[in-house]
């Protein structure tokens, strides 16, 4: 793997084995559907009182040209960060609705990019952005302007959360899957495994999710599987299941022939059946995390479920007024992403039942 940083001078370790690669739990068990399962779940959704006050909207006309394929979000105190592989852009806009700055294009130099797969809104007001195909870390800073780009060569990056110390968590396609990163230069300066063995054992397909920043460490959650993990700055990991169960996909590989070269060689596929999306998105403020779940309810889209950051209790669900491919949890506002056909983002203000979260 080449690690060494592009750009600005990021100074990566060339070699991981000087990593410290450890699985936070080695409690070996058979299956990992057995560790959540329908039991473990709510018996049923309570959903709470919520007030939705809506604060501004962009898009949702054919008139409108600002967002033309927008996919991740990523709130904070400056407002929220967009991407729009429409633009293969980077778009921040503030908590007013104004648009501040936009940043990048389709390529393999620098502050270009292909296949981004995440963003994170960073403490100082910049971003962080994982590109799967170029394969490295993008830092924008908050003025809009290419602070560095750090070669994650081999690691396949997948999803970025920002930590309150200005760190940052890259997921990535490796058994030994969380990155830590300084974000001031670009050191990777630990690399974790999956909490409990039979979860880090799990085929790639079946084991995808998302990490995002909550407290003083972060939130691991499956996005095509059961429950969520809370990592603290000690690297301890407890992890809990969702409101709604599913079970992790199956995978299903098929054996074949193919001609290459007039040589007849043997080919794999391999594919997920029973695939079923979860987890969403993911966002925290205060002492709550927001799961933005799908799942096979028949409000799928619309549901914020609640849980406890402190002991992973479920607090309750609330129902979003439309629905929304993603969903960004700021300090001030909940943003929403949908297609209306068009697309369309909208800020709102959501004071939800009393002592839960604000």
């Not at 060339?14 to 410290?20: D, G, H």
């Amino acid at each position: 793997m080449d690690l060494r940083p592009l750009g600005r001078p990021l100074a990566v370790p060339a070699l991981l084995a000087c990593l410290s690669c450890t699985a936070f739990d080695e409690e070996v068990q058979s299956d990992p559907r057995e560790l959540w399962s329908e039991e473990d779940v709510v018996a049923e959704r309570t959903f709470l009182p919520a007030v939705m006050d809506s604060l501004w909207s962009i898009g949702g006309t054919e008139a409108d040209t600002l967002l033309l394929n927008p996919y991740w979000l990523s709130a904070g105190a400056e407002g929220v960060t967009v991407w729009d592989g429409g633009r293969n852009a980077v778009i921040r806009i503030s908590g007013e609705g104004e648009v501040l700055w936009t940043f990048g294009r389709e390529g393999g130099g620098p502050g270009e990019f292909r296949t981004v797969r995440g963003i994170a809104q960073l403490p100082d007001g910049g971003a962080a952005v994982v590109d799967n195909v170029n394969e490295r870390l993008t830092i924008i800073d908050r003025e809009g302007r290419l602070a560095g780009e750090t070669n994650l060569s081999g690691l396949a990056p997948e999803s970025v959360a920002s930590l309150y110390d200005g760190s940052l968590v890259v997921l990535t396609h490796l058994a030994e899957p969380a990155f830590l990163i300084s974000n001031d230069n670009g050191v990777v300066v630990d690399s974790m495994g999956f909490p409990s063995r039979p979860y880090h054992d799990l085929p790639l397909m079946a084991r995808q999710g998302r990490v995002v920043g909550a407290g003083t460490g972060w939130v691991f959650g499956f996005t095509a599987g059961n429950g969520w993990w809370r990592i603290g700055g000690d690297r301890a990991a407890e992890g809990f299941p969702y409101a709604e169960h599913a079970d992790f996909p199956g995978i299903e590989t098929s054996v074949g022939e193919a001609v290459v070269g007039g040589r007849t060689v043997t080919t794999r596929s391999t594919r997920t059946t029973e695939f079923v999306s979860t987890a969403m998105d993911f966002g925290a403020r205060g002492d709550t995390l927001f799961v933005h779940y799908y799942g096979e309810s028949n409000v799928r889209g619309y549901l914020l479920d609640l849980f406890s950051l402190a002991n992973g209790s479920y607090l309750g669900s609330v129902l979003l007024p439309a629905w929304a491919r993603s969903v960004a949890i700021g300090p001030d506002a909940i943003y929403t992403l949908a297609a209306d056909p068009f697309p369309v983002l909208t800020a709102f203000r959501m004071t939800v039942g009393e002592g839960v979260a604000r």
